[in-house]
């Protein structure tokens, strides 16, 4: 097969599945979408988990220089 029999063969198919949408048409599809809406429960979730991760560190923190200060007396 080559490239001229390819090309023919995608378009045929492109056609057949329907893809000759305009970009107006789709475009005007994607905006009148529902926006996004911030949940308060989504924030509260990332807040708990950033204090969590925070408190992570401190533990590792804690647990490292505790070792450090084991190995050095």
Known sequence: MNFRER?????QQAVGQGDAVSQIDTTEKLSEAEQPRTSLFALCWLGFAAVAMVGWICVLGWMAW?????LLS
């Open 66 to 70: 505790r070792l450090v200060d084991w």
């Open 7 to 11: 090309t023919l063969t995608n378009e």
